[in-house]
């Protein structure tokens, strides 16, 4: 775990305003490559309010910025805690202005002071490749999150690919970056287009639960064993791996504890008046069956 920085929260208002120990919680709307990871932190995040005497209001990150200006300066809630973080968030500016302890789950590319928390995505895409360069891969491939998450410029998505590409330079080998859409046909596609360009990748990392079952499927489609002829890393919920038929090398993004820790953290800025700077996570990786040495040549 990495944690930076410590702010006294600015604004006078935060002592003079009754607490009505209510939180917003600010959740992606859109359907995405994470659902499940936003279920879970949702889920976590209503459990540890409620045990400790908080509500949960709930705004879609699609209302914009005005809607969470509403939320806040109208003393409904008391902080807030944002989900989805880009690099360049358009709402940071607007929790400064609001002078309420606030959390951004994610790591803009200026925080501007705001505490922020998440899992080491950096770390966790590192941890992937070096698994796989210990077991002997030279060329692995990152199918990520779908193209328009690295255009909003996503915390996760970004910082996850910039680990894995900066572990393979760092070890001289190669590695593949490649992001298309969530649907079985466009998945299918982009393994064709994979396998064609780029024959000798032996390993794959899927961060994007959605694409992951068709990713499973194409492999199969395509005669392709799993981890005989190509090794695979996910990362992704743990829940989505619990019932696979061939237990997956994972690293495990804990929604549940990034949710109850947001709480915990907003609560706790009430409480003592202090932002926490950065903290992530420590991303654990768990060996599983789906990843080998890779083949050698016929």
């Known amino acids: 775990m990495r944690k930076r920085g410590h702010h006294r929260q600015t604004g006078a208002r935060l002592e003079a305003a009754p607490r009505t ?5 600010v959740v992606p709307l859109r359907a995405g490559p994470h659902d499940v990871v936003v279920r879970e932190f949702v889920a976590a995040a209503i459990s540890a309010a409620g045990a400790r005497d908080h509500a949960l209001l709930l705004v879609t990150a699609e209302d914009g910025p005005a809607a969470l200006r509403r939320a806040v300066s109208s003393s409904v809630a008391d902080g807030v805690v944002l989900m989805d973080v880009e690099a360049a968030d358009p709402r940071v500016p607007v929790l400064l202005g609001l002078g309420r302890p606030a959390l951004l789950i994610g790591v803009p590319d200026r925080p501007r002071g705001l505490a922020c928390l998440d899992l080491d995505f950096a770390a ?5 490749f070096g698994h ?31 680990g894995f590409t900066a572990e393979a330079a760092r070890r001289g080998l190669r590695s593949t970056t490649l992001a298309w859409g969530n649907t ?41 064993r799993v981890p005989e002829d190509i ?16 237990e997956l090398t994972r690293v ?47």
């Not at 120990?21 to 919680?25: C, F, G, K, R, S």
């Not at 966790?124 to 992937?128: K, L, N």
């Open 21 to 25: 120990n209510v939180l917003a919680l």
């Open 124 to 128: 966790a895409g590192a941890a992937c």
């Open 132 to 162: 796989l360069a210990g077991l002997g891969h030279e060329h692995a491939a990152l199918i990520g999150s779908p193209p328009a998450a690295y255009r909003r410029g996503s915390s996760s998505a970004t910082r996850l690919a910039r």
């Open 184 to 224: 079985h046909r466009k998945t299918l596609r982009g393994l064709d287009a994979l396998f064609t360009r780029q024959p000798d990748v032996t390993a794959i990392v899927v961060h994007n639960e959605t694409a992951l079952p068709a990713v499973l499927a194409g492999l199969h489609e395509r005669g392709l």
């Open 231 to 246: 090794s695979l890393v996910t990362v992704c919920p743990e829940s989505l791996t619990e019932h696979s038929l061939l």
């Open 252 to 298: 495990a993004i804990p929604a549940r504890e990034l949710g109850a820790l947001a709480v915990e953290t907003v609560i706790g800025q009430l409480d003592d008046g202090t932002a926490p700077g950065t903290r992530l996570l420590a991303p654990k990786l768990t060996v599983g069956a789906s990843t080998a040495p890779p083949a050698s040549p016929a």
